[in-house]
């Protein structure tokens, strides 16, 4: 090593070396980092320092106690380590305005920091800001004993984080089940730690949103759905209507409920049954119908039934149907509507023969859907080409 770089070195490091010709020893690039650690750096100095890009120096920068108090929380959070060893957060636990219980840059950051260490995890639970001790309950790296303390918080939207933690035990999702707050307890349904034991308790919610979240739940057994299927809440009904695991024999009790927003879901839902498709497609509740018409996957048999549905939605409906067979979209395609006209216009499915009807068609909009159809020819848009604007 240059003996000259040596000798700076040692002055770079020497907590003697006057502020001034520190300040002269950032500017060399390998003594940086150096002077970044050493306590005697001006706050200008340090301050200068923090513009750098080079880890080393923003580590050493973070270290040390004397860089400005608007530096360490710009850079706190990404050397968590550095921080919590740095002496001056000793000090700041002694000030009125100790910026780690406040909720800024610095603290949010450092509550949802996975790498932030145990101890000043412990110290960011202390904040009188609820946002600060929220972030720290979803740190996926909080520890228990944490946990437990946030589980008593004051606030119901770090009780709720703390319901939604993937290390919760069960005996903390067990008391935050009667938490007197309705989002605390619709949590501890989601939570996938959650036994069926809890979620069973949590059937009898008294509100209604809790029920639904457990009648979503796809782990719950079979008596569960049974039970909500009968729900006197239509909400709670129509969540076992949409549920992917319900069986056949309650999707069709479902499918008669005296409720049309039960049936309605059950129109849209993935694993509704054919025959029950063609039953609801008959239902009195126009929207219901409409459900069903707009289903990519119902049958076209079903399709051509609507077809002739006296309410002017469900034909709309059918003839943007991608599903819709090609048969049913000419007959359609001479609809009175013009709003039918322009979605078969527009229908991926309409072939090239009924697009060159449409490109005749009085109204500009249905033409000018031909137009915009990936179906049209490169010869249909030149004759479209002097009839749309």
Known sequence: MNNNLLTLQQEAINENTSPERLDELADISELAHLVAENVNSSPETLTKLAENSNEDILKALVSNPSTPTEILIKLGDKFPQELVNNPIVDLWLLEDDNPLYCYNQLTAKLARNPNTPINLLKILIQSLDYRVRREVASNRNTPIDLLEKLATDAHKDVRRNV???????????????????????????????????????????????????????ENIPISLLEKFAMDAD?????????????????LEKLATDTHKDVRRELASAVNTPINLLEKLATDTDVNVRLEVANRKNTPPSILEKLATDSDLLIRRSIASNTNTPVNLLEKLATDADVVVRRSIAYNESSPISLLEKLATDSDAFVRRNVAFNTNATASLLEKLATTVQ
């Open 163 to 217: 319901a939604s933690s993937r290390n919760i035990p069960v005996n903390l999702l067990e008391k935050l089940a009667t938490d007197a707050h309705k989002d605390v307890r619709r949590q501890v349904v989601s939570n996938q730690n959650t036994p069926i034991s809890l979620l069973e308790k949590l059937a009898t919610d008294a509100d209604v949103s809790v029920r639904c979240m457990v009648a979503f739940n």
């Open 234 to 250: 239509a909400n709670v009904r129509r969540e076992v209507a949409a549920g992917l695991n319900t069986p056949v024999n309650l």
